[in-house]
């Protein structure tokens, strides 16, 4: 499964960048970062569960 993930101030930045390009009656479809939810739980659990005394390696993403 693949979410998008953008910043409060990406997402800003993307609307003022829209407002002063837009003539009117435009649709946008802008480019958004993404990550799949497996890659976002693998960075989640190499980052954290050393904080909370548990071994990476052993956590397993289902």
Known sequence: MTR???SIEDSVR???ESAAIAR?????ITKMPVIRIKDLAGVMINEL??????????IEIK
């Open 4 to 6: 998008f993930v953008m």
């Open 14 to 16: 993307l609307v003022i």
């Open 24 to 28: 009117g009656g435009e649709v946008f």
């Open 49 to 58: 569960a050393p904080e909370y005394g548990y071994d990476p390696a052993s």
